[in-house]
């Protein structure tokens, strides 16, 4: 098997537009608008948050083969779950990424959490919906120009893949010393707005 | 020769990559390379011949995550002893083959361990020293004749290794971290802060590795030279990678890799090596460029700087301000604080400090009822986590100071050692070994002189005294000890004389407590304010003072303006501009106070925390505390819990009106007498291995709101911890919060041992994961899904309103 290329990317902060309807939807709001003062204090939350976004991810490509009904095959290691080997259908090819906002998240939702419980809620919504939005615009913008149709992302933990698959998956990628993401031991990243996911590469018609 | 002696001479040169190599040799991804010391012993040994060869004067031992996480010697996997042995063993024999023509050296090579400390991660700090210390004592004794400590992206991380290389060998330690783009480390430090903390350390090189090419490099590595007085180091990579052909390349040529290192050399580093993607290639170039730069040796700066896990703090021109508030002297609400274990209280008293714009923190939490290392270690692990100024580790308790000093993530300013020598012969050691500048008291054995002559004598006593345990002038700040003018008219200028003498004589720092001088006088402020600026004209170098003291920050502010140390004048303007817009707010809350009916109740329901405050004052000119509470207060908090059950209120705006409460109870409290009753002291923790707490301040503050004294243990509470505390307090309700499936089993486990320590001892659980049927199955007494549904549970378990809040 050839090496595994593992590429680095980080983004200014400005790179990133955070969807604060997502982010209301984090905070519990649903459908429904905030009141003024609320509304006043999650803008200025935004902005905070906005400032130590720190953007980065580490990716690579991987052979895929589904091997059966439940096993998947790839490369560097061999997946058991049956939603994973129905989802990787038609490709042989897959993105393995880690994607992280950074410590300063954590930082920031930390301090709120000991001296305004109301900011801590608001946040973590925000750095919840800004790392969906960044993994957004990794797949949809800058893999997708690269590799053409992608499925949706894949975490483990989704479906039935394991979640210690995880471990794997953020060693093979180096991402505690490429982009500073790393486990504890009841597998919760730190820091914790970070996603790892593999996303099949739709394999082009002939 | 001694490799520390061969920096001062001349160029030194490590090896390149080695990740990068043993991948093209058929290293698999995911594979552990260290393993490669025993399965590929032949390929490693030639790999050292190879760098030897190419001009390398150090090699580093293929080791860099052989550490215990890795490496558990259980399963049938190697150990770290064994992996480390075998390294070793490769690094010398490959030595032992080489002509003995000049001198080669070993490092030990210490990388990250792959997970993050605490609070952030779950690594304790202690750990991730006994971590490193096990590696080092491992390298130590198979001949290494040096540590290099690399690709350090966490400043904390990296002074747990230091740590522990000092403490379990005497080899030369050097240190290189990884800086991004931007210039920081992943964990935010920039240059000038990693060199405080290292120097601090007493590391003797240090600089950068990976991440970046050398010509990303240059810029940071002019920082590092422009602040260290230690070699510097530089191991970039050979740019950024690529795929050729199915390999990994990297843009950066041997050649051009050369030239760069030579702009590199040229800008002050003399260690010089490379990172991924370098080979002996790059190193036999990069040696031959070094031809063409001539060496010198780098100088010392002689700052005086502290830092944080951020930035550094250097004690210059511009007089530096230290928060006084953070200190129980005279203030009944503080010792309340500290006597209930109110660190919330504590940390709002440095944040609020930061936002009146000081530059360093004074904490002090003495009081003869406490644990004292305890509180210490407590306030400066949650100040850490809450602001990132430099803090000053105020306290007369060696223990606390040494375990503060310690787990302190940065290089503090120590308060303090004075003339005596039994003080300094117990604080000297602490700054040697852990770093920080100290403030030196003018007083000895016989007390405090009058006379400035006097005072010198013990300044003089102190610098001589701190230089034979190796601390320079540079690292000791003297307090020359502001004295009540009311008992001696003489004493403000005795004391000026002396901040003259120590400035212009001595070239040395000073600072003082400045309140001091006024004691005894009334309006007190206006007798500092003008000490505070003729001690800044007599060249004082930082001042303790209170930031919230209008005519402190006045005086500050038009000093620096008036003494040129403020750029057009910017931060003057920003000050007094800002000073008339908070005026006119606060004028404008009162204003409209007059026109609404209920003004409290609405600036609760509303969660508007400064207008509740405000509406609050204002109320206790005519009303009682407790029909405050209990006709507006209570009544709001009713309103937000019923619409937020009723799913008309929204999480967050249940928060803000928590906190509006709070700011009324509060500010009610000032009114009242210290010990009010409260309806039961519950216990909240976030069980062990989950890292998330919000939900858990959640329920605390909302708890706090309705009367209830929270026990609040913090986040990944060992189960032993929430049981003792339920025994020792004797509680009647815990609660228990837990965010990941993972963590369920320690719920469990904490849910146990109370039943069998403490049976009558009530728990409710809460938390992402948790559901009705899962709080039953695991023991829980209760599943609250929300707040306010554990409000209502405390409340069914206390009985309700039998005490006031």
Request: charged letters at 20%; proline letters at 4%; hydrophobic letters at 40%.
């Amino acid at each position: 098997m050839q090496n595994m290329f593992i590429e680095t990317i980080q983004l200014p902060n400005n790179a990133v537009t955070i969807d604060k309807g997502e982010a209301l939807r984090y905070m519990g709001y649903g459908k429904f608008e905030p009141d003024a003062a609320a509304a006043a204090m999650i803008d200025d939350c935004l902005i905070k948050a906005q400032a130590v976004c720190d953007y980065k991810a580490c990716f690579a490509v991987c052979p895929v083969s589904v091997l059966d009904d439940s096993q998947t095959d790839l490369s560097f290691m061999q997946v058991s779950s049956k939603t994973f080997a129905k989802h990787m259908q038609g490709c042989s090819q897959a993105i393995v990424f880690a994607a992280t906002v950074g410590i300063g998240a954590d930082r920031l939702i930390g301090k709120y959490s000991r001296l305004s419980p109301a900011k801590a809620v608001m946040t973590d919504g925000i750095f919840t919906a800004a790392i969906e939005s960044f993994c957004d615009l990794l797949c949809d913008d800058i893999f997708t120009g690269r590799y053409g149709n992608l499925k949706f992302r894949y975490s483990p933990g989704y479906g039935d893949f394991p979640l210690p698959a995880q471990r794997t998956l953020l060693q093979v990628l180096n991402a505690n010393v490429k982009i500073g993401v790393s486990l504890t031991d009841s597998l919760l990243m730190t820091p914790t707005k970070s996603v790892s996911a593999i996303v099949g590469i739709v394999d082009k018609e002939e | 020769m001694k490799i520390t002696d061969q920096l001062k001479q001349g160029y030194l040169l490590f090896d390149g990559g080695m990740g990068t190599l043993l991948q093209k040799q058929g290293l698999k991804p995911g594979e552990l390379p260290e393993t490669w010391n025993i399965t590929h012993k032949q390929t490693i040994i030639e790999m050292h011949k190879a760098y030897y060869q190419a001009g390398s004067d150090v090699i580093s031992t293929n080791t860099f995550g052989a550490n215990r996480l890795k490496f558990t010697g259980k399963d049938g996997t190697y150990s770290v002893e064994e992996i480390i042995g075998a390294a070793m063993d490769n690094a010398v024999c490959a030595r032992a083959q080489m002509p003995k023509d000049r001198e080669r050296y070993i490092a030990l090579d210490v990388g990250p361990c792959g997970k993050l400390l605490k609070p952030l991660g779950d690594l304790d700090f202690e750990d991730a020293v006994e971590l490193f210390a096990q590696m080092i004592r491992c390298g130590a004794e198979h001949g290494a004749d040096l540590i290099l400590i690399e690709t350090m992206n966490d400043a904390y991380e990296t002074k747990a290794a230091v740590l522990a290389a000092k403490e379990n060998c005497d080899l030369p330690v050097f240190v290189t971290n990884v800086y991004d783009e931007s210039g920081k480390l992943m964990t935010g430090a920039d240059p000038a802060a990693m060199v405080a903390l290292l120097e601090g350390l007493g590391v003797d090189a240090l600089g950068l590795n990976c991440s970046l090419g050398p010509d990303k490099m240059l810029p940071i590595v002019r920082e590092l030279c422009g602040c260290a007085s230690v070699p510097v180091i530089a191991n970039p990579n050979a740019g950024l990678p690529h795929v050729q052909n199915g390999q990994t390349e990297y843009d950066i040529d041997a050649d051009a890799f050369a030239g760069f290192m030579a702009q590199i050399a040229a800008a002050g580093a003399t260690v010089l090596g490379g990172c991924c993607g370098t080979t002996p290639a790059y190193i036999e170039k990069l040696k031959t460029a070094l031809q063409t730069v001539s060496f010198a040796a780098i100088q010392p700066k002689n700052r005086t700087v502290v830092s944080s896990f951020t930035h550094a703090v250097a004690f210059e021109k511009r007089p530096v301000l230290i928060g006084e508030r953070i200190n129980p002297t005279g203030k009944s609400r503080f010792k309340q604080a500290l006597r209930e274990n109110d660190l919330d209280y504590i940390l709002n008293e440095g944040v609020a400090q930061q936002e009146k714009g000081v530059d360093i923190l004074d904490v002090n939490v003495g009081l003869p009822e406490i644990d004292e290392p305890s509180m210490m270690r407590q306030a400066v692990l949650g100040l850490q986590s809450v602001c990132d100024l430099p803090l000053q580790i105020d306290t007369s308790d060696v223990a606390a100071m040494e375990s503060a000093m310690r787990i302190y993530n940065g290089k503090p300013l120590v308060n303090s050692v004075n003339g005596k020598a039994e003080s300094m012969h117990a604080i000297f050691p602490l700054v040697k070994k852990y770093g920080g500048v100290v403030i030196g008291l003018t007083l000895d054995e016989s007390g405090i002189p009058k006379t400035a002559e006097g005072r010198l004598q013990i300044v003089e006593k102190i610098y001589a005294t701190a230089k034979t345990y190796g601390i320079e002038k540079k690292d000791i700040i003297i307090d020359p000890l502001a004295m009540a003018i009311s008992s001696d008219t003489k004493a403000a200028v005795e004391t000026l004389k002396t901040v003259r003498a120590v400035t212009e004589t001595y070239k040395g720092k000073t600072s003082l407590g400045v309140s001091n001088i006024s004691f005894g006088l009334p309006n007190r402020e206006f007798i500092t304010s003008s000490f505070f600026v003729m001690a800044m004209e007599n060249g004082l170098s930082a001042a303790i003072m209170n930031p919230h003291s209008m005519e402190m920050m006045k005086a500050y502010h038009s000093f620096c303006a008036l003494a040129g140390l403020d750029e057009n004048c910017k931060s003057y303007i920003d000050f007094a501009t800002g000073l008339s817009a908070q005026i006119q707010v606060s004028g404008g809350v009162k204003a409209k106070l007059q026109d609404v009916e209920n003004p409290l109740q609405k600036a609760i329901v509303k969660g508007l925390k400064e207008q509740a405050a405000v509406c609050t004052e204002e109320l206790l000119k005519t009303h009682g505390a407790l029909e405050i509470i209990d006709c507006e207060i209570i009544p709001a908090l009713d309103i937000v819990g019923k619409g937020f059950e009723e799913k008309t209120v929204f999480l967050p705006q249940l928060l803000m009106s928590a906190e509006a409460a709070k700011a009324a109870f509060e500010t009610v409290r000032k009114t009242m007498p210290a010990n009010d009753a409260k309806k039961g002291k519950i216990v909240l923790a976030t069980v062990h291995g989950d890292i998330h707490d919000i939900g858990k301040n959640i329920v605390k503050v909302l708890l706090q709101n309705y009367g209830y004294e929270v026990l609040d243990l913090g986040k990944d509470v060992p189960p032993q911890v929430v049981c003792d505390a339920v025994v020792q307090n004797h509680i009647r309700l815990a609660g228990l919060s837990a965010l990941m499936t993972t963590t369920v089993p320690a719920m469990e486990e904490t849910i146990k041992r109370i039943r069998k320590a403490a049976p009558d001892c009530k728990v409710v659980v809460g938390g992402a994961v948790m559901t009705k049927s899962y709080a039953q199955m695991i023991g829980a007494d209760r599943y609250a899904k929300d707040a306010m549904e554990t409000v209502r549970y405390a409340e069914s378990i206390f009985g309700g309103k039998d005490v006031e809040a």
